[in-house]
């Protein structure tokens, strides 16, 4: 059964400029805005990476958007929509918007080519704030190697729901902000029991234990 993906309207990649107008300016960041035509809930979004370091997503909710109930502070506005609508003014409020993602590092070698091209997956479960009634989304793309000229992501796509199986372990965010360490998966149990069975340390046992000048003998 196929899932339920939401249609929005992108603008972007636009450029962030330390000064305005100016190109030799540039900060290594680009702006990409999804507009959604009404408040929805936003499970995940996936893209494909073109050489960009790490993503970050900052959410713009209706309940948020209001005078009377406004969302965390997230620094800068960044490149305001100009929509016609009642909230229009909220997509140029910097205080409207909240920073769900801070920066999701994706190509974790920003000099090499390791990881540029690949498929990428962002869920709610990594967000610090709940990606329910969303209006807009800004996808912060960062790059600070000069060696790539051009980086973007494409073929991005919004679903309603999670997927039914996630594609790697996440950390799930606690009310405080706090990143949580997921629960081992039935691989990583595997691997701890065949390092006991072969009396192979594990990083935390192994940095202990040089710590205090031991050596293990590595089979």
Not at 17 to 36: M, W
Request: with cysteine; hydrophobic share 35%; aromatic share 8%.
């Amino acid at each position: 059964m196929s899932r339920e993906t939401v249609s929005f309207n992108q603008s972007g990649p636009t450029p962030v400029c330390a000064d305005e107008g100016s190109l030799t300016s540039r900060t290594g960041c680009y702006v990409i805005t999804l507009t959604f035509s009404q408040p929805t809930q936003i499970g995940e979004i996936t893209f494909r990476n073109y050489y960009t370091w790490g993503v970050g997503v900052h959410v713009l909710r209706a309940a948020a958007s209001s005078p009377s109930n406004m969302g965390g502070i997230v620094g800068a506005g960044l490149l305001g929509n100009d929509a016609g609508s009642e909230a229009a003014w909220a997509w140029k409020d910097p205080s409207a918007w909240q920073v769900g993602v801070k920066n999701k590092v994706i190509m974790p070698h920003p000099h090499t080519e390791t990881a540029s091209h690949d498929f990428v997956s962002v869920t709610c479960l990594e967000s610090r704030v709940d990606w329910q009634d969303v209006i807009g989304m800004r996808l912060i793309l960062r790059q600070p190697s000069p060696v790539w000229r051009t980086f973007f992501i494409e073929e991005i796509t919004a679903y309603r729901e999670l997927p039914r199986l996630l594609p790697f372990s996440v950390p799930i965010i606690s009310q405080d902000g706090q990143g949580e360490k997921p629960q081992p998966t039935p691989l990583d149990r595997l691997i701890q029991q065949t390092r006991r069975a072969m009396r192979i340390p594990d990083e935390d046992s192994l940095e202990v234990s040089l710590s205090v000048g031991r050596n293990f003998c590595l089979i």
